[in-house]
């Protein structure tokens, strides 16, 4: 199975050129953060054409995840048990959540397509609610794979933390000063792994930036960051036979500030007895 992610910045800007780079490469399941836009509003008909079936999740013109495949989707979710919300100007346990994670389990392989809160700046309010996120989604991925070891779990999607300094080819992108490289940012990320998951596609290109701002012409001189990832619990990782990084996406017309990850797994033949997911 290929599976990959890639944060489209505007699936209605860009959908012909996210199908026709998903026929291109026979993929068959990809994780989509940044739809911007609500599931009546997603331009449905080039994936159908293509042979994909849907499943989407926006709430507003900000924000938004979706997943097209060829196989069946099962056990859909719009949150993690525990994901926290976000209201500008709120305090408290109870803000509403925002339209960020999408699971679904595919051939008996669990999915989540995540677009992780940005920060927006050391010290902001933002920043209290991304290291959160991290938090809960952290204790998700421990519980998972504490209570269903056997199951392959990914998460997929744009992290927004650039883990290492060879992470970081941007020059404003500076410790002690920017999001996506704090400390404590890049600690939540390390202990999102120990919960029990694994850079899936770094074994195999350890090199590589994933995104690169439309400014001051970051890409041409390649001043990017290695920010989207495809992280697996021990059954899907051990089951990654391939994997890329396709820079080329950032070229052309109207290209999307990200670019596409992509893996091939080979589970064999799926459990039918794995377990239902909420």
């Known amino acids: 199975m290929r599976i990959a992610t890639w944060n489209v910045n505007s699936i209605r800007t860009r959908v012909g050129r996210t199908v026709d780079w998903m026929v291109r490469e026979d993929v068959d399941v990809l994780a989509m953060q940044e739809i911007k836009c609500k599931p009546?509003?997603?331009p449905t008909e080039l994936f159908e054409?293509?042979?994909?079936?849907l499943a989407i999740h926006g709430l507003n013109q900000w924000n938004g995840v979706a997943f097209a495949s060829r196989l069946p989707m099962h056990d859909v979710a719009h949150a993690f048990p525990g994901m926290p919300g976000f209201l500008k100007g709120a305090e408290g346990p109870d803000?509403?959540?925002e339209a960020r994670a999408l699971g679904v389990t595919v051939d008996g392989v669990r999915l989540w397509s995540l677009y992780v809160p940005n920060g927006r700046a050391l010290g902001d309010p933002h920043m209290v609610y991304k290291l959160d996120w991290y938090d809960?989604?952290?204790?998700?991925?421990?519980?998972e794979t504490h209570e269903r070891p056997e199951v392959p779990l990914a998460l997929m999607g744009d992290f927004n933390v650039a883990p290492t300094d060879a992470d970081n080819g941007d020059p404003s992108v500076v410790v002690g000063t920017s999001t996506h490289v704090s400390p404590e940012e890049r600690a939540?990320?390390?202990?999102?792994?120990?919960a029990g998951l694994a850079d899936t596609v770094r074994p195999l290109v350890p090199t590589g930036y994933t995104y690169w701002d439309y400014k001051q012409l970051r890409f041409p001189r390649n001043e990017g960051l290695r920010i989207d990832f495809i992280l697996g619990s021990a059954?899907?990782?051990?089951a990654v036979t391939e994997a890329s990084i396709h820079r080329d996406e950032r070229k052309g017309d109207a290209p999307s500030d990200h670019v596409p990850v992509l893996v091939q797994v080979d589970l064999g033949e799926a459990d039918d007895d794995l377990p239902m997911f909420l």
């Open 40 to 42: 009546e509003q997603f």
């Open 49 to 53: 054409e293509a042979g994909y079936e």
């Open 95 to 97: 803000q509403p959540q």
């Open 136 to 143: 809960k989604l952290t204790e998700y991925v421990r519980t």
């Open 188 to 194: 939540a990320f390390a202990t999102l792994l120990d």
């Open 235 to 238: 059954p899907f990782a051990e």
